[in-house]
Structures are given as C-alpha cells and as structure tokens.
C-alpha cells in the first residue's frame, strides 16, 4: 500500500470575486521513502496542493473533490482532533518563510517541548530535553543553543531549526515547500544536503515543492509538472531530463541557464501565465503553445500514459501523433 | 581595445550604525558596515559586466553608489574619463541622462497611482525634454521597443493592471526613454517567473546592440551570469576577490570562495554526481571584519598568513584576477 494516495483532487478558492480552481484534478501516490518534486511557476497551484495533503488550505479555499488517503485512511473524512495528530506525526510540513515560522517570543526548546507534549503527553521532561538535543545535533546546531530565542540565529539555521521541527517526531512524509528560495546558494545547497540525509536517515517520503526545476531535477526521483493548477507532466526525473514531453515542459528546461553548458541558448515561452479568475477554455497552456491547434481551445487533453509510467496531458501525444521535436542540447 | 566607460578606484561605503543610548555616553567611536569596502574595477564599452555574490557581499550599495544614488564614503567614479564623484545639481542632473539604473522589484519600482504613460515619460518632463503629444509618442515608441505590444493598449493601464514581466518591461522602457549609455541592472530578473525570465534578459541583449548599452549587471544567480556577461567580478563583505572572463571564472576558478560557489549552484541534471565544497561557518558580520583575508575563517585552505595580511587583487592569468594568499 502506498503511503500517500491522491485522487483526483480539485481545491478551490471561493472569492468575492469568482471561483478560482487551483488544483484541478489531480492524482498520484507515493510510497514510503521516495522522494517527489512538485514544480511550477507562482500560481501553479503547487503550494495549494502541498497543503491540502495535510489539509490546511488557507480561507476561502475548499477542497471540492477528490480523496487524500495517508497510509489507506482518507484524512478528508477524520474528525478535526484526529487531524492533528496526523500533521506533525504522520506528515510535517516545512514552510518556506523561515523567518516568520518561529514563534519569537519563545526559545528554540521550547518549541521542540510543545510539539513533543501536544502529541505525546506522556514523556517526560529529561526524555524531550534528550531529544531535542538529538534533533539540534542531527542538524548541526550546538545542543546548548536550544536556550537561544529564534532572532539569535542567522536565516539558514533558523530553517535548518524548521526542518528540526518537522522531523522531531519521525513522520512518514515531510512536505518542504520552497525549503530554500529565502536563502543564499551556498547555504541552500547544505539545507538541501542536510534534508536528504535526515531523509535517509529516518527513512521519509519527502515532497519537494519548489519553482527551480534545477533543484527538483537534482533532488527528487519523480516530478510533476503544473500549469494553472493542472499537472501537465508526471514522470522518473531521469525520464523528464533526457525526454521531456508535454511542450511547457520543453520550454521550461529551454529557459533555464545551466552553468554546465557553454554556448548555451535560452529560448522563452510566449506570453505570459492566465489570469486564474478567467482561464483560457480546453488546455490551459495552448495560447502559450507554439503547437496550439484548434482542438486544444476546445477541450482540456485527457492525462496519458505515453511511455512506461511517464505521463503527459497533451494532444499530441493523446492520438498517437510524433512527439514535439526538440532542439534542446544536452 | 575597447575603450573604459566606468571606472571606479578605491571605492569605499560606509554606513554608520546606530548605537545605543547607553553606548553613545561610554563611546566616542562610531561603528561601521563596510558594505562597499575598497572596490576597483572598469567596464569596458558595449560589455556586460557582472557583480555577483550572496545577499550582504556589498553588490547592490556598489551599483547605486556608481550611478550617484548613495556617495561614497571615499574613492573615485570616472565616466566616460570624467570624475563624476563630486558632481552636483545640473551638471549631475544632465549625467542622469547618460546612466540610469533598473530594480528588482518592479511592483516597488512603479508609482501605483501613475499610468504607464506618466511612468514612463516622467523622466522627460523632469528633465523638460519633452511632454504632451510629443511625450506620448516618445513612450509609445519605447513601449513597442520593449515588447509591449500594441503600445496604445498599455499606456493607460495602472501597474496592478499589469503582471510582473509586464512591470519589468515598463521599468525597462523607462530606463531608456533617454536613449542612456550605461545602465545599472539590479537583479532585474529574480523576481519574475523562470519562463518570462527570457524574454527580459533577451531583451537587455538586444538594447546592447541597438542602443550599444553597456551593463552593470547585479546578481546573485550565476548561472544567468554565466548566460548574460562578459566578464564577472565575485564579491565577499564588500570586497572583490576574483575577476575573470566567465569563461576562464567557470572553467578554473582560483579563489576558494568562489569554488564553493559554482559547486553550490544547482544544475538540471538528475545524472550528475554532484561534489560539493564545503565551507564551514556563515558570512561574518560586515561590522565585526575578520582581519587579514575576509574569508579565511572560512576557507578550508588557510594558513597563518592569511589572518594577518589581506591579500590584493593580482593577476594570475591574462584578464583574470584573484585575491587570496595562495596564488603566489
């Protein structure tokens, strides 16, 4: 059984203004330890669904349709306090803004003691100390520094402290949404480093969300690709890299720089992503779409399977037709 | 040989720290950030230029002390062979013309209360150049120059109208209604999506040829970088510790911060074993400067020297300049 199941979700946003689908439609599942990129642009609908998994999608959103299961039980139906000690227990979440994630009134162990108290009352005081020590030590902080409030800490230790805290009590699945986008490259290549060992180590699944492709490519063993809360490529990494298929897939990875290449030649996608409250009618990507033909406008592609597990939604690939050439290098 | 359009010597900024009460009755002396801390370096005409570095390496404050935003606490600034460091009123008014400067962050960067048409062509009232009719047919002109297209359909709209990309290219149009020589580009495309990131750095490539500009590019990104300039000097606490071609930077960087650096950016490649270099310890405060080479509390290669001497910037191959201990 695997440890996460997603089907067919659709979250909405229900504003003054008009309904704004943010997730529309989505399904994917992943077993314990694997580790799944979820990439996009800002409004893709990446943070929406990283949420929803632990089902705190901010007001007015509404999770419409579809199922979540975490280890076969659909966390959609659980009664609010069983919720709880899911979030934190079985799926923590690492926020992106590490800054405003700590409380600042109150020393960093203090906040590992009211996370270890609320889900088990019953340890005692040396235990949650000894723990915490062990948690700072895994992350590289002086265990003496727990009596440190959250200001006395530089950026990048502040969200190795967030990690900390998402781990603190073994979960299954840790959700890291832009773990990194706040910080330096130097210190978000440890982050990232520090996160695959702690992985390993305490043997989690881990959803990497974030709008550098670079980082998903390098870091995770699937990815999927949205545009306008819709997945528009689900595939191996390996496989996304060497044969990218849906066209904005193409045109992302043609866009960015790679310091390993020389010579090389970036090549823009077209205007620019739709507006949420009136999105464009059948594919969400065609009036960006250098294939673009008259059915895309019309009706949104179906999701499928064109290679082994490598799934893409696309017309041109739904009737059999030749893939997109590419002229990307490398 | 190309010929130098900006030139800056010894360039130092300071800004002093606010202390307090307590303090200032047991202390005379006044504390420091050295954000810009004894930098040189000139850009060539028609090249771009990048200064690059993590957050607090001094780049930013570097570029607006250049283009007369901020004064130096000392060192000079030539443009164009002239000593611009202590100009004033309209003589520094008229060299505005000549150097203009964009932002990253173009829902700042843009009065919310002006349309496109006053943004843009503001700049040619204050300078009493142009306005009216004549304003409004200098800026459609640029408009279309930037891509925005039909122009007509832009000129009344009010920034939350427009998307980030289409701010950008606003800020971008009113930093050449003056038709300028050289311009300052800060982080001018962190803030924008990765798919509309193209079409403005594409952009900026093509002014280069059509109006010959030449670039301070600003960034933390090196690999975008590596796609735009010529040449990129690498900062570290306000100073610059190598300067190279990117060419030569990328293929053999010499300082050891710098190796850190390019092994720390990510690549999209899921195949690539990665060996990183690791740095032990976070950037120092820049009021609290290490002695000797800014970097050697971190640098895993350093000797005693390196806490008693700053190194200086020497060229160890053609065109490409290093400051650190172990060169010689």
Known sequence: MPLLEVDSLTVDYRTSTGTIRAVEDVSFSLNKGQKLGLAG?????KSTLGLSIIRLVPYPGVIAKGHIKIDGTDILKLPAHEMRSIRGGKAAYIFQDPMTSLNPVKKIGAHFVELINTHEPNTSKEEVSERTKTVLKNLEILPERMNDYPHQFSGGMRQRIMIGLAIALNPDLVIADEPTTALDVIVQAKILELLENLRKMYGMALILISHDLSIILERCDKIIIMYAGHMLEYAPSMELHKEPKHPYTQGLLQSIPNIELSDQKLAAIPGSPPNMLNPPKGCSFW???????????????????????????????????????????? | MLSEIVKVEHLKKYFPVQKSFLEQLFTRELSYVKAVDDVAFSIRSGEIFTLAGESGCGKTTAGRVIVRLLEPTSGKIYFNGQDITKLKGEKLRLLRRKMQIIFQDPYASLNPRMKTVDAVGHPLEIHGLAKGREKKKRVLDVLERVGLTPPEQFINLYPHQLSGGQRQR???????????????????????????????????????KELGLTYLFITHDLAVAKYISNRIAIMYLGRIIEIGHKESLFLDPKHPYTQALLSAIPVPNPKRERKRIELSGEVPSAIDMPTGCRFHPRCPYRTDKCSKEEPQLIEVEKNHFVACHLMK
Not at chain 2, 172 to 198: C, G
């Open chain 1, 41 to 45: 642009e800002s409004g893709s609908g």
């Open chain 1, 287 to 330: 009036p960006r779409c250098s294939y673009a033909k008259k059915i895309c406008q019309m009706k949104e592609p179906p999701l499928v399977n064109v290679d082994h597990n490598h799934l893409v939604r696309c017309v041109l690939y739904d009737k059999g037709e030749v893939h997109a050439e590419r002229n990307r290098e490398g």
């Open chain 2, 170 to 208: 606003i800020a971008l149009a009113r930093s050449i209604i003056f038709k300028p020589e050289f311009m300052v580009a800060d982080e001018p495309v962190s803030m924008i999506d990765v798919s509309l990131r193209t079409t403005i750095i594409d952009l900026m490539l093509s002014f280069r």
